[in-house]
């Protein structure tokens, strides 16, 4: 492959794209020094942190620098492969918080919610593929979707 060729073309638009996550951080920065324990300040740094990955990503891609591309990439791929062993791990993580949780607080409904969504994420699965040849296509499409979208949500 000829080295100076373009991997990615990436239209000279795009770039006007920092404007969102200096928007955003700009936003994010006012809003904690105003009021440093709202929920919205989370809200406005995610909005930040996420947009300003997706525009460090598109200028990495259109500066056409190779080696620059295949570590961005490799680091980025292990992330993805960090993230889904999270994932996996999800339900077990949440049954050893239930059960630190079991030994040094009280056994109220509060303190084992952890445990009946580390029990649910584990259950819910295996459940939804046996009730499926039993109930109706819509159901069996909830039951495999609700627990997928629970981990997804969780997660981030």
């Known amino acids: 492959m000829?080295?100076?060729?373009?991997?990615?073309?990436?239209?000279?638009m795009f770039y006007?794209?920092?404007?969102?996550p200096l928007i955003f951080g700009t936003i994010c920065g006012w809003r904690y020094h105003r009021d440093k324990v709202r929920l919205g300040n989370g809200i406005w740094f995610s909005l930040f942190f996420y947009s300003f990955l997706?525009?460090?990503?598109?200028t990495i891609l259109g500066s056409n620098i190779h080696w620059l591309i295949i570590i961005s990439g490799t680091l980025f791929v292990?992330?993805?492969l960090l993230i889904g062993l999270?994932?996996?791990?999800?339900?077990?993580?949440?049954?050893w918080n239930a059960w630190i949780m079991w030994r040094h607080e009280s056994h109220t409904l509060a303190n084992m919610l952890t445990l009946y969504l580390g029990l649910a994420i584990l259950i819910?699965?295996?459940?939804?593929?046996?009730l499926s040849s039993h109930?109706?296509?819509?159901?069996?499409?909830?039951?495999?979707?609700?627990?997928n979208l629970v981990i997804f949500y969780l997660g981030f």
Do not use: E, K, R
């Open 124 to 130: 819910l699965p295996f459940l939804g593929n046996l």
């Open 2 to 12: 000829n080295d100076a060729a373009v991997w990615v073309p990436v239209p000279a």
């Open 16 to 20: 006007w794209g920092w404007l969102v």
């Open 54 to 58: 997706t525009m460090l990503a598109i």
């Open 135 to 147: 109930v109706p296509q819509p159901v069996s499409y909830f039951l495999t979707v609700v627990p």
């Open 78 to 80: 292990l992330l993805i």
């Open 86 to 95: 999270i994932f996996t791990l999800q339900a077990f993580l949440l049954l």
